[in-house]
């Protein structure tokens, strides 16, 4: 057993569905690498348009099955009727899952914007209210400290945010990003709203940047100049693109934390090595020697 170590920072982590062999053994050595940091719940995904809905639940059982961590299914409002999502929610709570992630979910690319189906949830809060009727899940839920691409302003942003969280989310996740004043201020003007429930920043620490570049842009994120700037010149050079990485997230959490944040969600795109090096920083020490 390694020697517990305290800490008063809670951390999450996000995972996405393997679709191959390869790739679900990348997905399982990094949830046992993470899986001694105790984190308070880890998230799978589910496809934009539904399309990975088999590979998330069986990435959930496994999980559910062969390890202590508390499993947060994503389940969105595309491609099912209400019914179909009722149903998916019961068999997670007879599987043992009391955590959801809810959400609106985006369109397949075909599709031009998103257009609630006529029998299905319509947008996140309705969804959040479904799930509540069904049993008592703990449920987080999206926010966009950059505002969602699809909303006309901010404050249209916020007023959803709080009909999410007034229909019985507890929590919300943000999308990532990387100036620390964007978060601070989105938090402020949360607040303001009447905001109370926690606003979790979401962390997206960086393995490719042109990958990076292409998830801000479906999302609406900003890329600082100065982060372009960081990575200029590394696109053959890994080695020190990780531990360049590595230091603007460290760098990016422990201002986060020094602001009085004290939870934190890691979009870990199925890679422990960064994730785990932050928490480091972050004082997240293994609670227990891994299997």
């Known amino acids: 057993m390694t020697d517990s170590i305290v800490s008063n920072v809670d951390v999450s982590f996000e995972f996405f569905p393997p679709h191959s062999p390869e790739m679900e ?42 390890t202590d961590l508390t499993a947060a299914p994503h389940l969105t409002c595309i491609g099912a009727s209400r019914g179909e999502i009722d149903d998916i929610a019961r068999s997670y709570w007879d599987m043992g899952v009391r955590h959801l992630v809810a959400l609106r979910g985006d369109p397949a690319k075909e599709q031009d914007g998103y257009a609630p189906l006529a029998d299905g949830y319509a947008y996140a809060s309705d969804l959040v209210a479904g799930l509540r009727r069904i049993a008592d899940f703990d449920i987080s839920v999206a ?46 003007l949360a607040a303001a709203a009447g905001i ?37 010149g590394l696109e053959d050079d890994a080695e020190t693109r990780q531990l360049i990485a590595a230091s603007v997230a460290i760098e990016q959490v422990r201002a986060l934390q020094a602001e009085g944040i004290n939870e934190f969600h890691f979009y870990t795109l199925n890679r422990s090595e960064l994730t785990y090096a932050i928490c480091h920083a972050l004082g997240v020490r293994p609670r227990q020697a891994a299997a």
């Open 25 to 66: 053994a990348v997905l399982w050595r990094s949830i046992e690498r993470l899986a001694v940091l105790g984190p308070r719940f880890v998230s799978v995904t589910y496809g934009a348009d539904g399309s990975t809905r088999e590979r998330t639940h069986a990435a959930v059982a496994r999980i559910v099955r062969d």
């Open 143 to 188: 926010a966009y400290p950059e505002v969602h691409p699809d909303a006309p302003n901010p404050l249209f942003d916020l007023d959803n945010l709080k009909r999410k969280l007034d229909a019985g989310a507890s929590r919300a996740i943000t999308q990532f990003f990387f100036d620390v004043n964007v978060f601070l201020r989105f938090r402020d």
């Open 196 to 232: 109370d429930s926690a606003i979790v920043p979401g962390i997206l620490p960086i393995t490719r940047f042109p990958q990076l570049e292409r998830f801000a842009e479906q999302c609406g994120a900003s890329v600082p100049q100065w982060l372009h700037e960081r990575f200029a």
